[in-house]
């Protein structure tokens, strides 16, 4: 039911609100929280420098510091900084590298990593996401993301190789494309599972060899075959 009230344009009217000292003070407020919780320096400063709230539907702003998951419409989530935090630790960016994310969602993840120096090229499978997502983050004149309408589990062999590749929904398998289409010594961080998710790093350690490290679980929505409309 809630689904339907976040309709694509409520999203898209960010340039009206204004990051405030107080959407800068709850800002600083979760980063401190996330701080406690391990997560390091230089992911902090990113995430401090992009405003959450910009990716929330307008009614729903007093929500955006909360250290939650959140519906965005389309029956999808922007991810809980939680997560965001932890999986852009897991990819240890180094400025200008070439980033693939699956998933763009909100955009806010994407956003995250171009603030901390990458050139993200991420992909969506819901067209109306996709289409409101691509022009917030024009209005907030994030350059350094590029959005493409497409199935995931196919990346974009055309933009590849990549250095890091980051998934944002929950995957029940981990795509081969995705390894073919990481450089060697690069990886990808991948919630593994359905629903419920093994954090995964998985190192391109040769054309053919990959080493795969295990974190902690996370819940994400599922990772699905194809485009849908
Ligand atoms: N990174 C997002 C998280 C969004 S939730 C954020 O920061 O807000 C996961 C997103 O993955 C959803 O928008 C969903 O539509 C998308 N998704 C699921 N399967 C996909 C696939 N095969 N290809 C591309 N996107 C996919």
Do not use: E, M, S
């Given at each position: 039911m809630i689904a339907c009230i976040f309709e694509a344009e409520l999203r898209s009217t960010m340039n009206l609100i204004e990051d405030s000292y107080l959407y800068q003070g709850q800002r600083k407020t979760l980063m401190e929280l996330l701080r406690a919780k391990g997560i390091e320096e230089k992911v902090l400063v990113a995430m401090m420098?992009?405003?959450?709230?910009?990716?929330?539907p307008k009614m729903f702003l007093q929500h955006a510091y909360e250290n939650k998951a959140f519906p965005i419409g389309a029956e999808q989530t922007i991810s809980h900084p939680y997560t965001v935090a932890f999986q852009t630790q897991l990819l240890e960016i180094k400025p200008m590298e070439k980033i693939l994310e699956i998933g763009t969602g909100s955009g806010y993840q994407a956003a995250v990593l171009a603030a901390s120096g990458a050139r993200v090229y991420s992909i969506e499978r819901q067209k109306e996401l996709y289409d409101t997502t691509r022009v917030l983050l024009e209005q907030m004149k994030v350059m350094d993301v590029k959005c493409f309408y497409g199935d995931?589990?196919?990346?974009?062999p055309g933009y590849a190789p990549f250095d890091k590749i980051i998934i944002t929904a929950a995957a029940p398998i981990i795509p081969e494309p995705l390894k073919q289409q990481l450089k060697v010594g690069g990886w990808m961080v991948i919630p593994h599972g359905e629903e419920t998710t093994t954090m995964k790093k998985i190192t391109k350690i040769a054309e053919t060899e990959f080493i795969e490290e295990h974190f902690q679980e996370f819940k994400f929505v599922p990772m699905l075959q194809g485009k849908a409309k």
């Open positions: 420098k992009v405003p959450r709230h910009y990716f929330f995931g589990y196919l990346g974009l």
